[in-house]
């Protein structure tokens, strides 16, 4: 079965760090990736997603993400939070193939912003 | 639009009790799915539906069924809840594998 690692359980930065939470799968096919964030009461939402052509894709709020298939990686990147990025974010893995819709999720990376 | 609507917003349920938690998505997804989130945990696939008419089971389907009667509704039922299934709940939507959206959620808490 398809599995989804993330590193950090959770990261601790001041305003105007520069973040990247790691990710990494387990499915050697095609496959199709999204990071999602959890602000906290809230609901997920997507942030960005990756299905092909170039692999780094640009997300919302300054987000963006590169995929490196021959590190099975999809590493979320921020040049410089804010502390309204304060929040849970959760990587995410289709590879099912036709028909096959569900998502594996990883168990997520906590982010803390300090003012 | 509202896109996905649960009910209830949260639940204090006694063990043994049976329990259906409602969701609702008004994007004519033909996909839907509900999730458990638990501390640590992430968030783990319960039961899924391809479409209409269809359901599979995900990666932790005991305890819980599921229908799919129309393109709209997927309601999750708990036939004898257990404290086990202390949990916050979320239905979600996709067309096909494209993004999946979330409902708010529906907390609940088996004594």
């Known amino acids: 079965a398809q599995s989804v690692s993330q590193h950090n359980h959770h990261v601790i930065l001041s305003e105007a760090a520069s973040l990247e939470l790691g990710c990494n799968y387990s499915y050697g096919g095609t496959v199709n990736l999204f990071w999602y964030v959890q602000y906290p009461g809230q609901h997920l939402q997507l942030l960005l997603k990756y299905f092909s052509g170039d692999p780094l894709v640009k997300g919302i709020k300054g987000f963006e993400a590169e995929f490196i298939k021959s590190k099975f990686s999809f590493n979320l990147r921020k040049p410089s939070v804010q502390w309204s990025d304060t929040a849970e974010y959760f990587c995410a893995v289709n590879a099912g193939g036709a028909g096959s819709y569900q998502l594996t999720f990883g168990k997520g990376t906590k982010l803390s912003v300090i003012p | 639009i509202a896109g996905i609507t649960q009910a209830p917003t949260s639940q204090i349920l006694a063990a043994g009790r049976r329990m259906t938690l409602r969701c609702t998505q008004d994007?004519?997804?033909?996909?839907m799915y509900w999730y458990r989130q638990d501390l640590g945990l992430g968030l783990r696939l319960i039961h899924y539906?391809?479409?209409?008419?269809?359901?599979g089971k995900g990666e932790v389907p005991d305890g819980y069924s599921v229908s799919r009667a129309n393109t709209d509704d997927f309601p999750l039922t708990l036939a004898s809840a257990v404290p086990s299934q202390t949990s916050v709940y979320f239905c979600?939507?996709?067309?096909?594998?494209?993004?999946?959206?979330f409902g708010p959620g529906t907390r609940l808490t088996v004594l």
């Open positions: 539906s391809n479409t209409a008419g269809t359901t």
């Open positions: 979600a939507s996709s067309a096909g594998t494209d993004t999946q959206y």
């Open positions: 994007m004519r997804h033909n996909a």
